[in-house]
């Protein structure tokens, strides 16, 4: 399985300021009671950042009719967030949190400019489809207090957004829905083991573990296990209750080794996973999200669970893998 650090040779670099390397933690003693969900696990744990990364540059304000520069409240100040023009309906409308991929934590003009060839990081099938999309930047990134955490508070600012989104009237409470791709993968599988409050979730291209990534590309403590352990979306997917759908190309460069893992530790959890044949890590995005978004858009009863046609869905992705 190839490290993420290989996938995305396209990053920024953040403007960082290296700590003193503290003392190697010990991980938290276990209880005896029963965790519920992630925020329940990582209760009484505080994590600890040998590096302190933020970028410190404010988000481009979008052309107008595209996306909207907005900012919702969260427990370290405002933070930054792309949304898609609201419908002119007073009806209540569908909405997406779409967690870009990478460590940036950051929103910027990728999000509107023209995409070449079938990378489409943007997830703009959404917005096409009608779905109001939320592109919610977190701790560290942009002009946003705070520091990046890889994995960790960001998962509180998102939940912080998912609440901003249920305080607008044009919202439906019962389908906000969530993805995100590689890291913005990884977090929406942490997400849906902290949180209920999801209609649906997709991960395109996620880690099963921080370990994934490489130690020189984290921010925190990796020697301590339960730092790594609270951030590894494999180890608490019994805790996922809410239906879940891990897409992945089969072609280099890929993770596709990781829908194997994942499929192994769900067991008894509503996770499917899907090869996307042909296609690889970021030209999956593309025929992925434009799929999902035409399945939101149908999904107007509420009164039950969110399904997928699966038999459509398997035509569609194969599960046999066809390596090139």
């Not at 938290?28 to 994590?47: N, Q, W, Y």
């Not at 302190?52 to 969260?74: H, M």
């Not at 573990?209 to 020697?223: I, V």
């Amino acid at each position: 399985m190839p490290r993420f650090a290989a996938l995305l040779p396209w990053l920024v670099p953040i403007v960082a300021v290296t700590c003193s390397n503290p003392r190697h933690g010990q991980p938290e003693k276990r209880t005896a009671r029963t965790v519920t969900s992630l925020v329940d696990a990582r209760r009484g744990f505080t994590t600890t950042l040998i590096a302190r990364k933020r970028l410190g540059v404010a988000a481009p304000r979008p052309p107008a009719g595209i996306l909207d520069l907005v900012t919702y409240p969260t427990a370290l100040g405002p933070m930054a967030a792309y949304l898609s023009p609201r419908p002119a309906s007073k009806a209540r409308h569908p909405v997406i949190i779409w967690v870009y991929g990478t460590f940036r934590n950051s929103i910027g003009s990728f999000l509107w400019e023209t995409v070449k060839g079938h990378a489409d990081m943007t997830a703009r099938a959404f917005r096409e489809a009608g779905i109001v999309t939320m592109y919610p930047s977190t701790r560290g990134g942009n002009d946003n207090p705070g520091y990046v955490e890889c994995l960790y508070g960001e998962l509180d600012d998102i939940l912080a957004a998912r609440r901003w989104l249920l305080a607008q009237p044009w919202v439906d409470p019962a389908r906000i829905y969530l993805g995100g791709h590689s890291t913005g993968g990884t977090m929406a599988l942490l997400l849906g083991e902290a949180s209920t409050g999801f209609r649906a979730i997709v991960s395109i291209g996620p880690a099963a573990s921080t370990e994934e990534y490489g130690a020189k590309s984290l921010t925190y403590d990796t020697r301590n296990p339960r730092e790594n352990e609270l951030r590894n979306p494999s180890r608490w997917l019994h805790l996922l209750k809410t239906p879940t759908y891990v897409f992945e190309g089969t072609r280099q460069p890929t993770n596709i080794d990781v829908l194997a893992v994942l499929r192994k530790r769900a067991r008894d959890t509503p996770l499917l996973t899907f090869p996307v044949t042909g296609e690889d890590h970021f030209s999956c995005i593309a025929p992925v999200t434009q799929y999902m978004a035409r399945a939101f858009a149908r999904d107007t009863d509420t009164s039950r669970p969110f399904t997928l046609d699966l038999g459509e869905t398997r035509r569609r992705f194969p599960k046999k893998v066809i390596q090139p």
